[in-house]
């Protein structure tokens, strides 16, 4: 079995989710729904947990919230601190601690500075160095590879184009993956392997704040999806977003709610079974497919080939980058109030998210609903606004007061008073 974890960094569903202000691209070809379709890949809305690459990743491969396993939360530099890297000491915790142990060969591709660095703790300058000198054996069944259009041998950061206007090195990075993905599944499953890579264009392309640059990556993008076979035999496929791209101090659906996409071509495949998860539903996943019957689900934790509770609350944190380098600042929770059902499934109308700013004393209340396909429009609403429906008020200001350690519970009450106080005078 190969199971392919493919991350498209930051890339919204749609161009038309790239925010209001930017226009549709019809010279961009398919767009990415119409690529699944054509591919049989199952589209499903995911809330990530985390608001930034390594936030999300660590959720992955942990089951659980960031904080959780870093005590404080994890920030935008809380790899420089001690207490980031102890969590990938416990066997019983790393995914791939439990894929090694379970005989797959791991095959980590592109962006390798980031990778050994925030997911198996070289903290060296030279991380790649350092992983090819380590005599520990921790992580003896990893394999690197990376596509390197510069001089020398292996360049272990993903490349950038938009930066230096390189038609051609684009042109030629493209080229080489194409030949890297072909030779990739070609090769048989006899050995099983997990394989992950991160495409880093669009993500990159974004910070040049031009709209032909995003377009041009996005475009570029999708047409290196399709290089993949997804017809491949006895092969899962996970490909996904893991959050948004424009950090404010408030966190709001543009930042949360992001897509995975899902096939299973083995001859018992898995089928999801819910329209909306959590990414730490990556990990139950995982632990299912490796037959681990001794992980237990949980209402914060559930395989994708298994219901959830429709009146599920997912859990998201971050630091909000410039607010707090380290440790967390804001706590975001979410649930689905209003429900379209399908004869095997449902499908989500209405999502109310509440997120806590720890300093700033306030809690900020959003109403998404999905058929905008853009999260861009959801509406801000005062927390007096928040329905009591279903027991959604309850549901979302209770996990704010008992799912997150580093939550101060005075601090919280304070916040939820003042919000309410706020609302109640903005009303009258």
Known sequence: MKIYCILLDALPWSSGGEGARHARDNTAGESLAEIARARSLRHVHQVSTG??????????????????????????????????????????????????????????????????????????????T???????????????????????????????????????????????????????QSKSSETNTFFFTQQQDWHDSWYTKRLSAMRRSRRRTLEWLKLWNFDEPDAVFWI????????????????TLTWMLFRDNRPQPMHPM??????????????????????????????????????????????RVKDNEKFCEAAVVSTIVEWDDQPSISYPITMYLACYVRHLNTIKIFRYLFLHENPYAAEKISLTDLPDKDGCRARLLGSLREKFSWVKKEELEQAILSSSSSSSSSSS
Not at 71 to 78: I, R
Not at 146 to 152: I, M, Q
Not at 278 to 289: N, P, R
Request: with cysteine; glycine share 6%; aromatic share 12%.
């Open 51 to 128: 608001m930034f690459t390594t936030t999300t990743l660590l959720s992955m491969l942990t089951g659980t919230l960031p904080s959780d396993v870093v005590p404080g939360g994890v920030g935008y530099l809380a790899h420089h601190e001690d207490r980031y890297y102890e969590w990938m000491k416990d066997r019983k915790i790393h995914l791939f601690q439990h894929l090694m142990a379970a005989g797959f060969k791991i095959k980590l591709h592109n962006h390798l500075d980031f990778i050994l660095r925030m997911l198996l703790g070289y903290r060296s300058d030279d991380p790649l």
């Open 130 to 184: 350092e992983f090819r000198t380590d005599s520990s054996g921790e992580w003896w069944n990893i394999e690197l590879s990376s596509t390197n259009v510069r001089e020398g041998s292996f360049d272990a950061s993903m490349q950038t184009f938009e930066e230096f206007d390189d038609e051609e090195l684009c042109g030629r990075y493209y080229e080489l993956e194409e030949a890297y993905i072909r030779q990739l």
């Open 274 to 319: 819910r329209s909306v998860i959590s990414s730490v539903d990556f990990y139950s996943t995982i632990m299912c497919l490796l037959g681990k019957t001794d992980h237990q689900d949980t209402e914060a934790l559930v395989p994708i080939n298994k219901a959830a509770s429709l009146e599920r609350v997912f859990l998201g944190e971050d630091s």
């Open 240 to 255: 996904f977003s893991d959050h948004g791209y424009q950090v404010e101090t408030v966190i709001s659906p543009k930042d």
